[in-house]
């Protein structure tokens, strides 16, 4: 069974840049399939960030795609999240997951990052 | 890309069925079977309930469907029960390469 755990700062600045780790447990990061970032406003719906394939190849949503980085240490078995020049439109409730394909398996329990200053 | 179109909200009284619908364009759900369903409830994760249109991952009731035509994909839920009330969110791959997710709804069981 494929387990995920969200870290990082539960507050961070405007402007400043939003940092998460997704640590997994149960398989190994560097053998196959995506990894996922999912984010959900609060009282909003879910918005699928991005995505890393276990060979590196990155996947955005293009809308923030130009403030996004996901990236995989496979040394610790983790994939993290940076997303850039953060507002208060970037206050949400982050889930990391694991997808085959299509559909994200597997989630973590998510994490809330409120953007305040 | 533009988020899929679901209602906000739809209800059933125990035992009845119901169906939430999932509507997009051909870059998307019309184009590819890769469409999913995911259950939320307050406070938790989503957990995912179909995939690739109408798949069952292993430990789902098969009171849960899914189904596609066109560019609209549905999730049936037979034999409703108090614990199916939930938020539920379709997803789908897109011509893009990337995934785009439904606005979800809030199912109630009356």
């Known amino acids: 069974q494929v387990q995920l755990q969200e870290s990082g700062p539960g507050l961070v600045k405007p402007s400043e840049t939003l940092s998460l780790t997704c640590a997994v447990s149960?398989?190994?990061?560097?053998?196959?399939?995506?990894w996922g970032w999912i984010r959900q406003p609060p009282g909003k719906g879910l918005e699928w960030i991005g995505s890393?394939?276990?060979?590196?190849?990155?996947y955005y949503n293009p809308s923030l795609k130009s403030r996004v980085t996901i990236s995989v240490d496979t040394s610790k078995n983790q994939f993290s999240l940076k997303l850039s020049s953060v507002t208060a439109a970037d206050t949400a409730v982050y889930y990391c997951?694991?997808?085959?394909?299509?559909?994200?398996?597997?989630w973590g329990q998510g994490t809330l990052v409120t953007v305040s200053s | 890309q533009s988020a899929l179109t679901q209602p906000a909200s739809v209800s059933g009284s125990p035992g009845q069925s119901i169906t939430i619908s999932c509507t997009g364009t051909?870059?998307?759900?019309?184009?590819?079977?890769?469409v999913s369903w995911y259950q939320q409830h307050p406070g938790k994760a989503p957990k995912l309930m179909i995939y690739?249109?109408?798949n069952r991952p292993s430990g789902v009731s098969n009171r849960f469907s899914g189904s596609k035509s066109g560019n609209t994909a549905s999730l049936t839920i037979s034999g409703l029960q108090a614990e199916d009330e939930a938020d539920y969110s379709c997803s789908s791959y897109t011509s893009s390469s990337t995934l785009v997710f439904g606005g979800g709804t809030k199912l109630t069981v009356l």
């Open positions: 997951a694991f997808s085959k394909g299509g559909a994200f398996d597997y």
């Open positions: 690739d249109v109408s």
């Open positions: 149960g398989y190994s990061i560097s053998s196959a399939y995506y």
């Open positions: 890393i394939y276990h060979s590196g190849s990155t």
């Open positions: 051909s870059s998307d759900v019309g184009g590819y079977n890769y």
